[in-house]
């Protein structure tokens, strides 16, 4: 189990800034996902953790080492690869043996720990194919296998998963996760998708340009994000803005909104947010507002609905699907929630 | 469809037909082409003690081995370097390296002939090795540059994750793949270097003369069934390692991902 610590570290692609002055740290045994849209800076943040990318100023520390100016061949980092990056001219065992032999372990030591990581990776048997002969997920578990089998101080994941069709993505998800608690190794994983980051992580770090926006448990963040962009990156959204008066935010169409949550000054613009699974058809909750049903959108288990109000304002509104019944295009409805559920956010 | 392979037919027979009547009329006993074909070996017993023509076919091998050779190490350390890294100018010089293919042969042979007195390099075997690696260069960058793009880069950074210096990354990981690219591109300079006619007649000296240039005077002086038999050895010889080539180094399909 091993810390890893980055102090200050900024990056610049020629005259393009990558990362701006970035300071985090990722606990013991850990599973952290920088999540971000790309160009984010996310992918730059964890090849400068793996050492590919030397940082123009700051430092990183893996366990009590500083590493900054170690090449990443002296680091003992297990990485994944969105495209596998296995080896096509070696066998499965040969490609998960790589960095044993790098070590110094061959022989009969170096095959049985080849044979126990890939029980590991629950594809005993598997040593002889070659890489061509497996599936896209059989072929990540091999990579997580050779990653994981020199004992590396922290695995980074570039976005591994991202090239599995959707029922894999999730089978891998799983078992990413056991094997994570297993080894407990401070994982540090980058990613787009919202939805991985969220039902992977300890921790989630939201970049934005270069910057990290935010970052805390999953459900911290979901709940309470502090920007507009946050909110938005993971999960879906509504925004309100207004004038702050009265304890509430006054919209344009004269509504006065009630937040639970601490506002700015009176008199400043604010802008609340508002998941569209916290709305609901109501007339007697605390905030209310009145919107035409534009588009119905039938997913299965959710009902997602898009609703404009009288002054244009686009609204969604999601429904979990427990009766069957639809609300009907067109329909103009009553929407409510609570002031617990009005999230002020910064622009 | 139909049309396709009558077209393809032609192609064929335009081909080979002239090659297949030069290697009958090297078994055909009459000097002067003339026919009905009586076979005969006589014409390869002749070779055998036509010096000339023997130690111009032996030069024109060692030649183009010597070119493969200096022209695939040079060229695959240049795509190497063209492709892998970025460095000041590269773009003007991966550009700079295709116009050579496409000047005509005697334009480049005339301005390397002057070029080799000028700088008292001369003629002779020496001027021949620099001047068909010079040609074979262009054609190894580009057959060896084309191969390296199939190999990704990730597959070298994965090793080094491992544990793999640069050097240890690229003798273990992107070498072993990029061979078959590296044999073919080495059979390329090999054949350019043979094929050379132009630059070869300029650049060889009275003491050593390449196949080519041999033939065209043995040529000038009278034309014999010799030229057929050293032509068909030549091209039995090549087109066995050609199709050696295809059956055994078929590139496979470099990084690894579907």
Do not use: C
Request: charged share 15%; hydrophobic share 45%.
């Amino acid at each position: 189990m091993t810390e890893v610590h980055i102090r200050s570290i900024a990056k610049s692609f020629g005259p393009v800034p990558v990362l701006h002055d970035i300071t985090t740290q990722f606990a013991p045994g850990s599973f952290t996902s920088l999540l971000g849209p790309s160009g984010s800076g996310k992918t730059t943040l964890l090849r400068i953790v793996a050492g590919f990318v030397t940082p123009d100023r700051g430092a990183v520390t893996i366990g009590t080492r500083d590493v900054t100016a170690v090449p990443v061949w002296g680091r003992n980092i297990g990485m994944m690869f969105q495209s596998y990056a296995l080896f096509p001219h070696m066998s499965v065992a040969r490609n998960i043996a790589f960095g044993l032999e790098r070590r110094g372990i061959r022989g009969a030591e170096a095959r049985a720990l080849v044979d126990q990581a890939l029980e590991m990776v629950r594809l005993t048997g598997f040593g002889a194919r070659s890489p061509k002969e497996l599936s896209g997920g059989q072929q990540q578990r091999v990579a997580l296998a050779r990653a994981l089998v020199i004992k590396p101080s922290v695995l980074l994941l570039d976005e591994p998963l991202s090239a599995l069709d959707r029922r894999l993505r999730q089978d891998m998800q799983v078992e990413l996760l056991r094997i994570q608690r297993e080894t407990g190794l401070t994982t540090i994983f980058v990613t787009h998708d919202q939805e991985e980051a969220l039902t992977l992580s300890d921790r989630i770090a939201i970049l934005d340009r270069g910057r990290i926006v935010q970052s805390g448990k999953p459900a911290e963040i979901y709940e309470r994000p502090q920007t507009r962009f946050a909110a938005e990156f993971l999960g879906d959204s509504n925004f309100l803005t207004g004038t702050v008066e009265q304890g509430g935010v006054r919209l344009a169409d004269g509504t006065l909104v009630q937040s639970a949550h601490p506002l700015p000054a009176p008199g400043a613009k604010a802008t609340l947010a508002i998941r569209p699974e916290k709305l609901q058809v109501s007339t007697t909750a605390p905030n209310r507002l009145t919107a035409r049903i534009v588009t119905v959108i039938y997913a299965g288990p959710v009902l997602s609905y898009l609703l404009e109000t009288l002054d244009g304002t686009r609204l969604k509104l999601f429904q979990a699907n427990r009766d069957g019944t639809i609300l009907a295009q067109g329909a103009t409805i009553t929407l409510g929630w609570s002031p617990e559920h009005a999230i002020p956010v910064a622009e | 469809m139909r049309l396709g392979h009558i077209f393809l037919g032609a192609v064929l027979v335009f081909l080979y037909t002239p090659i297949l009547v030069l290697m009958a009329m090297g078994f055909n006993a009459s000097p002067l082409y003339q026919l009905p074909f009586q076979f005969s070996t006589r014409w390869y017993g002749d070779l055998m003690g036509n010096e000339g023509l023997l130690t111009a076919g032996f030069n024109s091998i060692v030649l183009g081995v010597i070119t493969a050779l200096v022209a695939t190490t040079l060229g695959t350390l240049a795509a190497l370097a063209l492709n892998r890294h970025s460095f000041r100018g590269r773009s003007l010089l991966q550009l700079l390296l295709l116009p050579p293919i496409a000047i005509p042969w005697l334009i480049t042979g005339t301005a390397m002939l002057i070029f080799f007195f000028w700088t008292g390099i001369g003629r002779g075997m020496h001027a021949l090795v620099i001047g068909h690696v010079a040609l074979a260069v262009p054609y190894v960058v580009l057959v060896v540059g084309t191969g390296l793009k199939t190999i990704r880069t990730d597959l070298e950074e994965a090793a080094m994750s491992l544990g793999s210096t640069p050097v240890h990354a690229f003798f273990a990981v992107t070498l072993p793949l990029l061979f078959p690219s590296i044999l073919g591109a080495a059979l390329f300079a090999f054949a350019v270097s043979l094929d050379q006619f132009v630059v070869s007649y300029f650049l060889s000296s009275p003491g050593y003369v390449t196949l080519p240039v041999q033939i065209y005077s043995a040529i000038r002086k009278g034309f014999t069934p010799e030229i057929n038999a050293i032509s068909t050895l030549l091209l039995l010889g090549s087109m066995s390692v050609i199709l050696i080539f295809a059956r055994f180094a078929r590139p496979q399909s470099p990084g690894a991902s579907k």
